[in-house]
């Protein structure tokens, strides 16, 4: 089994927590014997969704499994609900708005594993929580991409997943990471240890 995490590149700070949570959560998955293709995208709203149809094209994977940072947040949180709306200012000082996919459907919900796989996570021990607005940012327009991947049955399974902004090497996003990979693994039916 294939599964492939991304993690978003820096944008409103020189870090982003993302990507230290995405490695963890690599290292973790590999002991327990997941291929994992693990990628920072550009936080850019002119190749995010090539950047994640090339990922799925060349590996592909059973699941993928998109993170983000948040600063509103203090615990991870599984995304339930991707909107075709984009709004903000990427990283290279490019504004959008209007649609995700001009020809796909107002929102997309994730399937009710990922919520299983998120409530498991958190009765195993991990702090988790649900959400059902992932903003109009780069995170939602991911979410909103995987799930379609999903849709076309590119891949059995699809997520997104806010870690929290944390400060770079901070211990809490070892933490994250680990918790990542427990959702990972509920969602695709192994066991949490």
């Given at each position: ?20 949570a995405a490695r963890r ?150 933490s994250d990471g680990e918790?990542v990979a427990a959702f ?10």
């Amino acid at each position: 089994m294939t599964c492939v995490l991304t993690s978003y590149g820096p944008f409103a700070r020189e870090h982003n927590s993302s990507g230290e949570a995405a490695r963890r959560a690599r290292e973790c998955l590999e002991k327990e014997g997941i291929a994992v293709v693990c990628r920072e995208i550009d936080t850019a709203w002119g190749s995010f969704a090539t950047d994640l149809d090339a990922l799925v094209r060349c590996y592909t994977p059973k699941v993928i499994v998109s993170l983000g940072e948040s600063a509103k947040i203090t615990v991870s949180a599984v995304e339930l609900v991707g909107y075709n709306k984009r709004e903000g200012i990427d990283a290279d000082g490019a504004r959008s708005t209007g649609a995700v996919d001009e020809n796909g459907p107002s929102e997309r919900r994730a399937p009710a594993e990922n919520k299983a796989a998120a409530q498991a996570t958190k009765q195993s021990g991990h702090q988790l929580n649900l959400s059902y607005d992932a903003g109009r940012y780069l995170c939602n327009a991911a979410l909103y991409t995987n799930l379609g991947f999903l849709e076309n049955g590119r891949v059995d399974h699809a997520a997104f997943v806010h870690v929290p902004a944390r400060e770079k090497g901070a211990a809490q996003t070892q933490s994250d990471g680990e918790t990542v990979a427990a959702f990972v693994k509920n969602l695709v039916g192994n066991a949490v240890d």
